[in-house]
């Protein structure tokens, strides 16, 4: 977040917002200094020249109280036109570069650009304002007595110091905080998505421990971070009061001397409070404005861009050689690989132990693993090897993802364009028996939270989006296993009947569909089997 980006956002109303400011200033400082005249009034005794200057302090003074929650209002529209534009640049970056676990995805999302809002867009404000009102008061103040003009430049000089003494501590606080928010949302996010697991083994106990430690954690950086500001406002805040009470003696001194009138006096001492008050809460801005650094430092290099790969290739693949290929996870064994071939359009059977890394495989061929040693050579149709656009492979997890919305929706991922497609892949996938039972049919909406598709239904669905998006190489990591083995048979000759190419991880399927694949890669204890 910059203060060129918040101005840009939209330049006519952000205009218009410094205008609405720097008329308020001028509002506060008439009424200031018009109410001199009315004290002077008062003090002649002159009744009807008393209410004349009241009735003219009343006018800017009124104008004041309209302007200010406009300006406010409109700047706050500013500031969140901003942060939408840095969600989804943000969110452009998560979906690109997929570089960060959800929990921190959300607090980037939600809680450091909550922390920029308040402790960087909106102290900008403050800062801007509050200059107006000491630029106009101090002239005011000029045309009082130039004696004041020197005694308070001295004053706001030292006090606009004095928050360098406490930006460093204010900083390493809000930052605090924020990783301790990460943290946080990180281990609900770790814990929570195990909670059947902890229920079945009765480890509540565990689950508080932890939520209670990082919770806990998050607290007392939060404690920290308000005992820290606080501190830093009592500091500015004593050299405020120290800045009103020298104008305020100078102008008893002026008076004394008969150089000023006491409504001049009166007048001197509350533009002292205005410039003093101004300058205090730029003195809090710019503390809040550098605690932000490194929370934005962080943002801007993830809103920078998502550098597009130039070496991929927009060639489709062909052919996929693994070759000496090992893999290996931190802190677990090494996991090796027959040498193999998948050639377009061959529909391949992957089978095996438990923990001999079928579903690995899969990852290391879409690019998700690095090879520990070894190497996966994508080729194209002239047999050259080539760097691949990976996002061209279709890939189909153990675990459906379903999405807030309806079954139509989740089979073309809200490309509303193909619905066109659906009707006819639901019998291909052996989907249209199952959707004719839900009243809404396709429409259906998907609750997550009520589970009212089945295990099947879900990898029904599944296997529908994947026809609709008509990837020509498709891996599959168990696509079937909740579907029954009639509805299953359909499928997987469905499939094979394709010129897809195509990898399937499958158990337990009846002899005669395993026949249906041109190969069966059977790994056992990282050696090569194949019938």
């Known amino acids: 977040m910059n203060l060129s980006g918040l101005f840009k956002i939209n330049r006519k109303r952000a205009t218009f917002v410094l205008l609405l400011y720097f008329v308020y200033a001028i509002t506060g400082t008439i009424d200031f200094y018009l109410f001199q005249f009315a004290v002077n009034a008062l003090g002649a005794g002159n009744l009807s020249e008393y209410i004349k200057w009241q009735v003219f302090e009343f006018i800017p003074a ?15 529209q500013q500031i969140q036109d901003y942060i939408d534009k840095l969600r989804s640049k943000m969110v452009s970056h998560f979906y690109a570069e997929n570089d960060l676990n959800v929990a921190q995805m959300q607090n980037n999302l939600q809680n450091n650009l909550d922390i920029l809002t308040i402790d960087y867009a909106l102290p900008w404000i403050d800062i801007v304002s509050n200059f107006l009102i000491i630029l106009l008061s101090v002239g005011a103040l000029f045309n009082l007595d130039w004696t004041f003009v020197l005694l308070t430049g001295i004053l706001v000089l030292i006090n606009l110091y004095l928050p360098k003494v406490m930006q460093k501590k204010t900083s390493q606080a809000s930052t605090q905080v924020a990783q301790n928010n990460g943290s946080f949302l990180t281990v609900i996010g ?32 939060k404690v920290h971070q308000t005992k820290t500001r606080t501190f830093s406002n009592t500091v500015n805040g004593f050299g405020n009061t120290i800045g009103q009470l ?13 150089q000023i009138k006491i409504g001049t006096v009166l007048a001197a001492t509350s533009f002292a409070y205005s ?18 650094k490194t929370i934005n430092e962080n943002t801007q290099k993830i809103i920078a861009g998502v550098e597009k790969d130039k070496s991929s290739s927009a060639e489709l693949i062909s052919q996929i050689e693994v070759k000496n290929l090992v893999l290996k996870y931190d802190h677990s064994p090494e996991i090796a690989y027959p040498n193999f ?43 050259d090897q080539i760097t691949p656009d990976l996002k061209q492979i ?42 004719m039972r839900f009243p809404a049919g396709v429409e259906t909406v998907v609750d ?42 359909k499928i997987i000759e469905y499939l094979v009947s394709t010129d897809k190419t195509i990898v399937l991880i499958a158990h337990n399927l009846q002899p005669e569909i395993q026949q249906l694949f041109d190969k069966n890669i059977y790994l056992v204890n990282n050696q090569e089997g194949k019938k």
Request: hydrophobic share 45%.
């Open 394 to 435: 279709g890939y189909l997890a153990q675990d459906p993802k379903l999405f807030p919305g309806t079954i139509a929706d989740n089979i073309v991922m809200f490309h509303h364009e193909l619905f066109t497609k659906v009707p006819q892949l639901l019998n291909k996938v052996q989907l249209e028996a199952d959707v």
């Open 62 to 76: 009124f104008l004041g109280i309209i302007i200010l929650p406009l300006a406010t209002y409109l700047f706050n």
């Open 246 to 258: 020298s104008i305020a003696f100078l102008a008893g001194i002026l008076f004394l001397l008969g």
């Open 190 to 221: 770790d814990w929570i998505s195990g909670l059947n697991e902890l229920r079945r083994y009765h480890a509540v106990s565990i689950l508080n421990r932890e939520l209670a430690k990082y919770g806990e954690q998050l607290e007392k950086s």
């Open 275 to 292: 410039i003093f008050s101004a300058v205090s809460a730029i003195t809090v801005a710019m503390v809040k404005l550098k605690s932000t």
């Open 448 to 489: 997550l939270d009520q589970d009212n598709l089945s295990g099947g239904q879900r990898q029904k669905v599944i296997l529908a989006r994947e026809e609709v998006f008509d990837n020509n190489f498709v891996l599959m990591d168990e696509a079937t296993s909740a579907i029954d083995s009639k509805a299953t048979k």
């Open 341 to 383: 071939t998948i050639n377009k359009g061959e529909k391949i059977l992957l089978t095996g132990d438990s923990g001999t890394g079928k579903s690995t495989l899969l990852k290391a061929i879409l690019g998700e693993i690095k090879p520990y040693r070894g190497e996966i050579i994508y080729k194209n149709d002239a047999g």
